[in-house]
């Protein structure tokens, strides 16, 4: 089993910064990838970012050059800095963790931007 947990949500002003946390522990082995997805109200819950074992990384468009997906393995932390965030990013944010039979995510951390 693989527990993750996310920090770093919060209310903030549009055009402001947050940088969220994703803290794994468990049975780590095998890790294709780690990401962060939102599920904002009446969505379905989309990608945000996601990176993988190589280092590659994927990002939602709506969040291209603003946002920046890290990863310390070491640590086995994954790392979401938002810039220049907008009202539209509101949401609740999971972390994801994805290996090659198995899928987890975290419990989710709101994010708030005000206009």
């Known amino acids: 089993q693989v527990q993750l947990v996310e920090s770093g949500g919060g209310l903030v002003q549009a055009g402001g910064s947050l940088r969220l946390s994703c803290a794994a522990s468990g049975s780590i082995f095998s890790i294709n990838s780690m990401g962060w997805y939102r599920q904002s109200p009446g969505k379905q819950r989309e990608l945000v970012a996601a990176i993988t074992s190589g280092g590659n990384t994927n990002y939602a468009g709506s969040v291209k050059g603003r946002f920046t997906i890290s990863r310390d393995g070491t640590k086995n932390t994954a790392l979401l800095q938002m810039n220049s965030l907008k009202p539209e990013d509101t949401g609740v944010y999971y972390c994801?963790?994805?290996?090659?039979?198995?899928?987890?995510w975290g419990q989710g951390t709101q994010v708030t931007v005000s206009s």
């Open positions: 994801n963790l994805a290996q090659t039979y198995n899928n987890y």
